[in-house]
Every structure is written in C-alpha cells, then in structure tokens.
T-cell receptor
C-alpha cells in the first residue's frame, strides 16, 4: 500500500507567481490535512478536507491561499501571488476516517520563493 | 485554544545512554490524544508513539516510552539505549476530539547523539 504522496518535492517560484502543491492520500483514505512548517518551527495546521468538502480552514490565510479535494484526483493547495514569507515546507497528512490517531504524513513539498 | 510547549530547543545524549524530552500542553478538553513525532534530516514526519488521555498506563514502543501526567498536563518522551539514528527533531503534538482532529505541534527539540 503506497504511502501519502506529495509532488513536487521541491518547488521554486518567483514572487507573484502561483504555486500548486499536490497530495495523493493513502488508498482508502478520504480525509486530508495540510500543515505548514516555517524554518526552525513546528508544523502549523492550515486546512482539513474531505472529498469535495472543506471541513475546517481556520488555519489558512484568508488571502491568496485555497485548497480543494475533488471527487477524483489529488488534493491541491494553491497559493496565488506568492511572497517570500510563503517559503516553507508544506506537509499533507491523510486518515481513513475522522480519527484522532491515524494521520499519515507525506514527505512534504519545500517551496522556495525567490 | 490548545497550546503545546517544548521547553528544550536542543538536547544531547551519549550513545547507549537515556534521554528525556519534555512537553507540556494546555487544554480544557477531557478526551484527547498526545503524540511524539520524529523528523530526521529527510523531513519525513515519523510517528514515534501515541497516548490516549483516558488511558492511565504510559505507552511504550520498544526503546521509547512516555511519562504521561494528566493532572500536570505533562507528556515527556524517554529514549533508552540511544542510537545514532535517533538524532533528529522531535515534536510533541496534541489532538482533541472536538477540534476537527487536527494536530497542534510544539516547537520541537533537536536531539543530538554523540558516539
């Protein structure tokens, strides 16, 4: 059973461009969480999605950031008009249900904004 | 809101010795889960151990064990017989039943293992 997959692993964008980060959950998992890790810090929750629904986006900035998890295909975290402060590692985790002890993490996408 | 605090930015231990990493948290919930994650240089988040708050018995996974003090809201990680491969960042995390199940992480402790 393949683990959580994220791509790309590394992404470089110039200020003002768009960044699209993809997350394919483990097979059979219908819940996805996105976290952001700034340099030398812990992970911070951004958004929690189920298929076709955003359940909780309380950790996501109101401007420029959006997320989706369509019926078919991976979950997408989209950052429009990136700024240098968006440089971070973005992690996706998936779980089979609304369980508090089964979140499996992907390897992360490191976004660098130049 | 829940908060998780790790007061030790860095710790070091001699190979084969024992080390304890500290974590405290703040919550008003009675039912929740606590976790320790390891993040090696590869940045992959690896679950080390988890504890359900309703269980009084401390969790153990091979060389890793926790000291869970619910009243004191303390959740420390003990690593016995430390190995070079244990060198990594360690994050304490909290998840509550009423919080959408997202994880709240501490700031991390960098563990160095000396040969």
């Amino acid at each position: 059973n393949a683990g959580v997959m994220q791509n790309p692993r590394h992404l470089v964008r110039r200020r003002g461009q768009e960044a699209r980060l993809r997350c394919s959950p483990m097979k059979g998992h219908s819940h996805v969480y996105w976290y952001r890790q700034l340099p030398e810090e812990g992970l911070k929750f951004m958004v929690y999605l189920q298929k076709e629904n955003i359940i909780d986006e309380s950790g996501m900035p109101k401007e420029r950031f959006s997320a989706e998890f369509p019926k078919e295909g991976p979950s997408i975290l989209r950052i429009q008009q990136v700024v240098r402060g968006d440089s971070a590692a973005y992690f996706c985790a998936s779980s089979p249900q609304r369980a508090t002890y089964e979140q499996y993490f992907g390897p992360g996408t490191r976004l660098t904004v130049t | 809101a829940q908060t998780v605090t790790q007061s030790q930015p860095e710790m070091s231990v001699q190979e084969a010795e024992t080390v304890t990493l500290s974590c405290t948290y703040d919550t008003s919930e009675s039912d929740y889960y606590l976790f320790w994650y390891k993040q090696p240089p590869s940045r992959q988040m690896i679950l080390v151990i988890r504890q359900e708050a309703y269980k009084q018995q401390n969790a153990t996974e091979n060389r890793f064990s926790v000291n869970f003090q619910k009243a004191a809201k303390s959740f420390s990680l003990k690593i016995s017989d430390s190995q070079l491969g244990d060198a990594a960042m360690y994050f304490c995390a909290y998840s509550g039943n009423n919080a959408g199940n997202m994880l709240t992480f501490g700031g991390g402790t960098r563990l160095m293992v000396k040969p």
